[in-house]
């Protein structure tokens, strides 16, 4: 039997990990909205211990990577993960050295989130770094243009000449999505067309 908790204060993601992960009958889940549910639950777990924690990065209570060392100390969790939909590069070194076993964008498809969690609970180390922006980048688009994190992993694939199809399938995401980003993108930089917004990106130093 896999006992894992995932905590998160969106509910629709909660049900929806339920519902996916739920799916195997060896498997048994719970689920808190908030940092200080989860910690409770992992307190006052008997048997089966936590086979793995994936905690929100930002949800209420967490205060980012102290959620992360305080839910390390705890005995019950045998294995501890972050996950996050605003999380960079750095953020999730920096989760691994202090002994997380993953860092999990919420952007991955549900099949890809299933199989970062079984493999995490199998021993495996899962971290997807190289589809993480760097806290300097998010910080130079933010300042130069308001864009999100996922904005600015659109802009960086339109500079790479990406079409949107193609960006679609590197971010896995529909189509109409990346349309809805670029038009976003362009609004934000005060781009006229994909090229434009490509040279701003590289004069302004972003990519």
Sequence with gaps: MMHILIA??????RDMFVLYLGRDPETRISTAASFDAARALVAHATRPKFDLVLLDVF????????????????????RVALMSG??????AEQAL??????????????????DAVRRMVGGEV???????????????????????????????????????KEIALALD??????????????????????THAAMMAKETGLF
């Design 126 to 164: 899962v971290a997807e770094l190289a589809d993480l922006p760097c806290d300097t980048q998010i910080g130079g688009v933010r300042d130069s243009f308001g864009l999100s994190p996922r904005e600015m992993q659109v802009l960086g694939l339109l500079t790479q000449g990406r079409t949107n």
């Design 59 to 78: 949800m209420p209570g967490m205060d980012g990577l102290r959620g992360l060392g305080a839910m390390l100390q705890m005995e019950n969790a045998l």
């Design 8 to 13: 998160d204060d969106h509910e629709l993601l």
């Design 173 to 194: 995401i529909r189509e109409p999505t990346v349309k809805l980003h670029v038009k976003t993108v362009y609004r934000k930089m005060g781009a006229s067309n994909r």
């Design 86 to 91: 605003q999380g960079t590069r750095d953020m």
């Design 97 to 114: 050295a202090l002994g997380a076993v993953g860092f999990v964008p919420k952007s991955l498809s549900a099949e890809a989130f299933e």
